[in-house]
T-cell receptor, first 113, second 112 residues
């Protein structure tokens, strides 16, 4: 079965640079979520989209923005990167109203040097 | 706000031992409850879920029961295997909204 695809899998950036992470949800899933997982931490919810509209917002820094496109894929744009942004970034997808049953991608490991 | 508290790890067990990982939650109303598992270098996988009080979620020998009176959702398995070694996250999805709120995660190590 098709899973959530994330690209790139690994990304190394320098401080103050920008990064773009991409997420391709499971076919027919209409909702996308982004989570940030620091080393040894639990995943923290950043933002979600349903039918290309922002549906919920968590602890996402103002330096970050995201959107969902007409083909339901999503991109997380991160600017003015800081060392503390180094983390695993997970995308998950679901059908709207699935009550938290989300399917996670393998994650993008971002390292800021 | 909504939150999840899990027992601290790591938990180290011998193969075929009984497993319990405690999880309690604080939430408005009646959230849905989940256990997710994360194997090294991989994303999170849904292990089991329960959507209302007294529901029992089960999968791959793991079980957890939604206890409203104690606001708990403890994970159990009767006989663990080395392949169960992973990080286990308890999570809730609020009554309104679809996001997941995770506990801190519990590392499980099973030795042969």
């Amino acid at each position: 079965a098709a899973g959530v695809i994330q690209s790139p899998r690994h990304l190394i950036k320098e401080k103050r640079e920008t990064a773009t992470l991409k997420c391709y949800p499971i076919p027919r899933h209409d909702t996308v979520y982004w989570y940030q997982q620091g080393p040894g931490q639990d995943p923290q919810f950043l933002i979600s989209f349903y039918e290309k509209m922002q549906s919920d917002k968590g602890s996402i820094p103002d330096r970050f923005s995201a959107q969902q496109f007409s083909d339901y894929h999503s991109e997380l744009n991160m600017s003015s990167l800081e060392l503390g942004d180094s983390a695993l970034y997970f995308c998950a997808s679901s059908l709207w109203g699935a009550g938290g049953e989300q399917y996670f991608g393998p994650g993008t490991r971002l390292t800021v040097t | 706000g909504d939150s999840v508290t899990q027992m601290e790890g790591p938990v180290t067990l011998s193969e075929e031992a009984f497993l319990t990982i405690n999880c309690t939650y604080t939430a408005t109303g009646y959230p849905s409850l989940f256990w997710y598992v994360q194997y090294p270098g991989e994303g999170l996988q849904l292990l089991l879920k329960a959507t209302k009080a007294d529901d029992k979620g089960s999968n791959k020998g793991f079980e957890a029961t939604y206890r409203k009176e104690t606001t708990s959702f403890h994970l159990e398995k009767g006989s663990v295997q080395v392949s169960d070694s992973a990080v286990y996250f308890c999570a809730l999805s609020p009554l309104y909204g679809n996001k997941l709120v995770f506990g801190a995660g519990t590392i499980l190590r099973v030795k042969s």
